[in-house]
């Protein structure tokens, strides 16, 4: 096999990968207002700016006071990772989770398509109903489907396990806005009170949730 060589170089830019992610990050914390979050959810913050490149993210982010503390308590002592998306299952970079966490999305398993249309859903929001005794405990991740995150507080309306806290980040423009200010209002609507972090208004997905959940499986930037 011939050696591989770097084409001729055309343009200017920076191309070290360590200064790569050090400015980034010195770039998100200069230009982002962090005073909108929880002391102790600015690096979390700081990893969803990184991970939408969007620094007026913080704006509409909203933070539990214990979402940090108690997602992170929950993934330290091995809790699963429950995700709505198969693409947000992939965002979790495995070497930041501190007990080989599972990381589980249930969208494809058998059953699945034939469950959403005897519920009269979507897939993505039977899939849930496949968590089973998985919940109890575990941190949710919702980055893809509104209709997910309203079928999750259903769930919890109807008696199911409580996760330890819940990503709830869906992205879209139908239902999206409204999945995540129910989320927001829950504790105070019904007397729930799980620990959830979310992103009023359409934006959200995969990159963004993928991103919250590996801030809080390590406090690293």
Not at 52 to 65: I, N, R, S
Not at 150 to 177: K, S
Request: a negative charge; one cysteine or more; charged letters at 20%.
């Amino acid at each position: 096999m011939s050696a591989v060589l770097r084409p001729p170089r055309r343009y200017d830019y920076v191309d070290d990968g360590p200064a790569i992610y050090l400015d980034s990050f010195a770039t998100i914390r200069r230009e982002t207002d962090l005073s909108r979050v929880p002391a102790d959810a600015e690096r979390l913050a700081v990893r969803m700016v990184h991970g939408t490149g969007q620094t007026d993210l913080v704006e509409d982010l909203q933070v539990h006071p214990r979402l940090v503390s108690t997602a992170r308590a929950a993934i330290n002592a091995g809790a699963p990772i429950l995700c709505d998306a198969h693409m947000v299952a992939s965002g979790v970079t495995r070497s930041r989770l501190p007990r080989d966490n599972d990381v589980v999305c249930t969208l494809s398993e058998p059953g699945v398509r034939d469950l959403a249309a005897q519920m009269s859903t979507t897939r993505s929001a039977a899939a849930l109903s496949m968590w089973g005794d998985r919940l109890d405990g575990a941190v949710v991740a919702i980055g893809n489907a509104p209709t997910a995150l309203f079928h999750l507080l259903e769930m919890l309306l109807d008696g199911a396990p409580h996760p330890a806290a819940i990503v709830g980040c869906p992205v879209g423009f139908i239902g999206a806005a409204e999945s995540k200010a129910a989320l927001a209002s829950f504790a105070e609507d019904h007397g729930i009170d799980v620990p959830f972090i979310t992103v009023h208004g359409r934006r959200g997905g995969s990159a963004m949730t993928a991103s919250a959940l590996n801030a809080l499986a390590q406090g690293a930037e």
